[in-house]
T-cell receptor, first 114, second 116 residues
Framework: AQTVTQSQPEMSVQEAETVTLSCTYD???????LFWYKQPPSRQMILVIR??????QNATENRFSVNFQKAAKSFSLKISDSQLGDTAMYFC???????????FGTGTRLQVFP | DAGVTQSPTHLIKTRGQQVTLRCSPK?????VSWYQQALGQGPQFIFQ???????QRGNFPDRFSGHQFPNYSSELNVNALLLGDSALYLC???????????????FGPGTRLTVL
């Protein structure tokens, strides 16, 4: 069975600074995907960034980038130039290839303050 | 494009009652997954429907059942409600029609169920 662990229940960062959210996972699969989702107070889960396990290059989406360490089963999210609108719950998630079933961590609450 | 919609937004029930939640997938999507998100937790996969059949199921009791209609919309039914069923229920849709290496899931805003 796959598990996803987020060990930081809460994080805070000042506007324009950089913050890193941690995630580790456990799986015996070799072909899978990893995701970071953002859930603002509106509750709608929004995909932030995706990483395919077979790709060595770390994914980047504008201010968001990941540090994917496959051997260590680590998948951290770096948010650069933090903005007030980044305030939300962030969930790390795992998906085995060809299943469409997401396994989520418990989330990290990120507060960006002025 | 309306995106994924869910109804109702909020719902209050008492123990032992039955509840039905509804989900309309994003236009062009044919697969619907349901997740339960308890307070302070990450979402947990309940089941997934494709071609009007349950294709995958998570670790939830038979009190949780579902249905998918020919227009791809879906219902989640929970019987004999327990206090522990209080949660945010999320629906996500994706498409099997367009082949890609993975099918991105789009989430709805959820239904907040409170069981008293």
């Amino acid at each position: 069975a796959q598990t996803v662990t987020q060990s930081q229940p809460e994080m805070s960062v000042q506007e324009a600074e950089t913050v890193t959210l941690s995630c580790t996972y456990d799986t015996s699969e070799n072909n899978y995907y990893l995701f970071w989702y953002k859930q603002p107070p509106s509750r709608q889960m929004i995909l932030v960034i995706r990483q395919e396990a077979y790709k060595q290059q770390n994914a980047t989406e504008n201010r968001f980038s990941v540090n994917f360490q496959k051997a260590a089963k680590s998948f951290s999210l770096k948010i650069s130039d933090s903005q007030l609108g980044d305030t939300a719950m962030y969930f790390c998630a795992f998906m085995k290839h060809n299943t469409d079933k997401l396994i989520f961590g418990t989330g990290t609450r990120l507060q960006v303050f002025p | 494009d309306a995106g994924v919609t869910q109804s109702p937004t909020h719902l209050i029930k008492t123990r032992g009652q039955q509840v039905t939640l509804r989900c309309s997938p994003k236009s062009g999507h044919d697969t619907v997954s349901w997740y339960q998100q308890a307070l302070g937790q990450g979402p947990q996969f309940i089941f997934q429907y494709y071609e009007e059949e349950e294709r995958q199921r998570g670790n939830f009791p038979d009190r949780f059942s579902g249905h998918q209609f020919p227009n791809y919309s879906s219902e989640l039914n929970v019987n004999a409600l327990l206090l522990g069923d209080s949660a945010l229920y999320l629906c996500a849709s994706s498409s099997q029609i367009v082949w890609t290496d993975y099918n991105e899931q789009f989430f709805g805003p959820g239904t907040r169920l409170t069981v008293l």
